[in-house]
C-alpha cells in the first residue's frame, strides 16, 4: 500500500462541492466522494462545526485528514464531518459567529475570504487493494468520534443492497422511523442504530452472515417489508400509543416478540384492560416490562416489588428463627422472604404475607 502527503487547498476542496443526498456527495472538481457507503452521516452539531471554521480562520493547523485513491479519482476515508463543514460554510449554507455578530462567508471581507480558501489542509492519499484500504479506515478511526458497529459493518459490506438499506433507515428522519414509529425506537438513523435493530431482529443476531450474502441484492425491500410488518402488528396488538405509553414501549425488543408472538391469539381489548391494572399495581416496579410479561408470562420482567430489610427481620423475629415449611431452625443469612400468597394470586408484600424460608425450601418452592 502506497501513503503520500498532500497538500490540498480549501478552495480545492470546495470545487465542485454537491450534496445530491442519496445520490451521494462529492468536492474536489467532482473527483472526490465525500460519502463513500462506509462513511457514517454527518453528525457535527453546530458547535462542533463552528469549530472547525474558528480553527481554520485563525490559521490552526486542522487534523490530518485522509483519502484513498478509487477509480479515476479518490474517495474519503476519515474527514466527512471537518471536510463538510468547510464546503457548507464556503457555500454558504450557515453563518459562524465572529466578534459577537455572525458572519456567513459571502459577507466575510475579500481578503478573509481568501485567507480561508487558501488554508492548506493536509491529506494522506492512500493507494492499494480494497482490503488494504479497509484496515487502514478501521485503524485511522480509532480516534475521535468512534465508529459504531454497523458504521464498521458498512465500510466491509458495500454494495446496491447497503445503498438501499440506507434509503429507508439511515439519514435523518427516514421512512423506518416515520408515522410514530420514532416514539417505539431508541437508536439513532444518523449513526445507522436503526439499520442495526432491525437487521438484528430479522436475522436473529446474524448480522454480518446476512450483509454478506445479500450484499449484490438490487434492494434492500425484504428487510424494509418486515420492519412494517413489526410495527404494523404492534399497533393493531397495543393500539394505545399515546405519549405516556410511548414512554413505556420505546425502545423494546418489538421485533423479537413479533417474531415468537405474531401467530399468536391476542385480544387487544383485553391486554389494554391488564395493561390499565399492571400500571396500577405497586408491586409491579418495571412498568416497560409490562409488556414484555403479557407475551411470555414471565414475572421477572416486572421486577415485582421485594420485601425490605425491616419486615424480613420482623418476620424472622416473628418466627423465631423456624422455617415454617421444614421446622428447623436457622440463622437470618441462611434464610428468603418468600410471599406466602404469589402476586399473581393476589397476594402484596406486605409482613403479614411474608414467610422467612431457608434458602432450600424457598428455592424448592420457586422452582415448582
Not at 31 to 49: C, H, M, S, T
Not at 232 to 255: E, H, I
Request: some cysteine; hydrophobic content about 35%; overall charge negative.
Amino acid at each position: 500500500m502506497k501513503i503520500e502527503l498532500r497538500a490540498v487547498t480549501i478552495a480545492e476542496l470546495v470545487d465542485g462541492f454537491a450534496d445530491n443526498g442519496e445520490q451521494g456527495v462529492t468536492g474536489y472538481g467532482g473527483d472526490l466522494n465525500i460519502r463513500p457507503a462506509y462513511q457514517r452521516e454527518f453528525v457535527y452539531g453546530p458547535k462542533e462545526r463552528d469549530a472547525v471554521i474558528e480553527t481554520v480562520r485563525k490559521g490552526f493547523p486542522l487534523n490530518t485528514m485522509y483519502w484513498a485513491v478509487a477509480d479515476d479519482g479518490f474517495e474519503l476515508m476519515d474527514g466527512q464531518q471537518r471536510t463538510v463543514s468547510l464546503c457548507q460554510y464556503v457555500n454558504g449554507e450557515f453563518s459562524v459567529e465572529i466578534d459577537g455578530n455572525p458572519f456567513s462567508f459571502h459577507n466575510l471581507p475579500k481578503e478573509r475570504q481568501q485567507r480561508i480558501l487558501d488554508y492548506e489542509l493536509s491529506i494522506y492519499v492512500c493507494d492499494g487493494s480494497d482490503e488494504d484500504k479497509l484496515e487502514w479506515f478501521k485503524v485511522i478511526n480509532i480516534a475521535g468520534l468512534e465508529l459504531k458497529p454497523q458504521e464498521l459493518r458498512n465500510a466491509i459490506y458495500t454494495g446496491p443492497w447497503l445503498s438501499d438499506a440506507k434509503r429507508w433507515f439511515s439519514r435523518r428522519n427516514p421512512p423506518a422511523v416515520q408515522e410514530d414509529r420514532h416514539k417505539l425506537v431508541s437508536a439513532d438513523p444518523n449513526r445507522q442504530e436503526v439499520l442495526e435493530i432491525a437487521l438484528d431482529w430479522f436475522t436473529g443476531g446474524k448480522i454480518e452472515e446476512y450483509m454478506d450474502g445479500h450484499r449484490s441484492d438490487a434492494d434492500a425491500q425484504e428487510l424494509w417489508d418486515y420492519w412494517q410488518a413489526v410495527f404494523d402488528w404492534v399497533k393493531r396488538v397495543f393500539p394505545n400509543q399515546d405519549s405516556a405509553r410511548a414512554k413505556l414501549m420505546k425502545g423494546l425488543p418489538w421485533g423479537r416478540f413479533y417474531n415468537s408472538h405474531k401467530d399468536d391469539k391476542l385480544n387487544a381489548a383485553e391486554l389494554e384492560k391488564r395493561i390499565v391494572a399492571l400500571i396500577d399495581d405497586d408491586e409491579v416496579e418495571n412498568k416497560k416490562g409490562i409488556y414484555a410479561y403479557l407475551l411470555t408470562d414471565n414475572e421477572k420482567t416486572l421486577n415485582l416489588r421485594a420485601f425490605d430489610e425491616k419486615t424480613k427481620q420482623s418476620v424472622y423475629a416473628r418466627q423465631k428463627g423456624i422455617c415454617p415449611v421444614c421446622n428447623k431452625h436457622f440463622e437470618f443469612h441462611e434464610m428468603e422472604a418468600d410471599h406466602r400468597i404469589p402476586w399473581h394470586k393476589g397476594g402484596k408484600t406486605t409482613a403479614d404475607n411474608c414467610d422467612m424460608l431457608c434458602v432450600a425450601d424457598n428455592r424448592a418452592k420457586g422452582g415448582k
